[in-house]
């Protein structure tokens, strides 16, 4: 369904990212782990042409990704966010929309449904009129939850979402994930502090720079793979 091949990516002739090559099925909550600086939101934005690839091809169901970006909803790490740009909580999740009715024209009807819809969903319809710097950061996070579910993409971009959230919210998350991969979704997460959260995912990346291994929990996650990754062992990572 999602096909990267051969993807690098260099910052000012450093290289961030080499040689990454994997697929993913519909249906899949794919974890994507590895130390800071691995590379892991490299990846992301150079899948999605945010930032430009050195090398590498990207196809979704056979075509070229770039040609179908709004199949992808993305939701960036809370630190590239610009939280005192002046905008409402409800206009964050419109932004969704604009694929549906154009920049220009009043939302339809429908777009309004399913924003309200999507933020009842995450429990935030109440704050919609609060502006984005004025919500608590599981409250933020949970808007742009929001705005990933009112895309109605195919493939879903989640770039550490747990960072800075309660218990609850990372409840209503995860119970998320499972809705949209219950409907065939594919979902791609980053996120360094799998803890106990390990079985919520179908398959997992390890990345450092390479993609150090793929595949089940019991595949990725070996001590031999763990110690190239970060450089030492984990024990609770094997247990
Ligand atoms: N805009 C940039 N210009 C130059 N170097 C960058 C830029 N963005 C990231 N890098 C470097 O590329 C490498 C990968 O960064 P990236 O943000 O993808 O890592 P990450 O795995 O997401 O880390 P973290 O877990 O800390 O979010 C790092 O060494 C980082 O310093
Ligand atoms: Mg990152």
Known sequence: MLEVQHLAVNYRGVCALENVSFRLEPGQVVGVIGPNGAGKSTMLKAILGLIPARSGVVKFRARSLKQQLQQVAYVPQRSQIDWDYPITAWNVVMMARTRHTGWFRQPTCQSEEVVAAALRRVGMLDLRKRQIGELSGGQQQRVFLARSLAQEAELFFFDEPFVGIDKKTEEVIFS???????????????????????????????????????????????AANIQEAYGYNLNWFAS
């Open 176 to 222: 998320i994930f499972a809705e949209l991969k219950a409907v065939g979704k594919t979902l791609l997460v980053i996120s360094h502090d799998l803890g106990e959260s390990l079985s919520q995912y179908d398959n997992f990346l390890l990345l450092n720079k390479q993609l150090i291994a793929t595949g089940s929990r019991q595949k990725v996650f070996t």
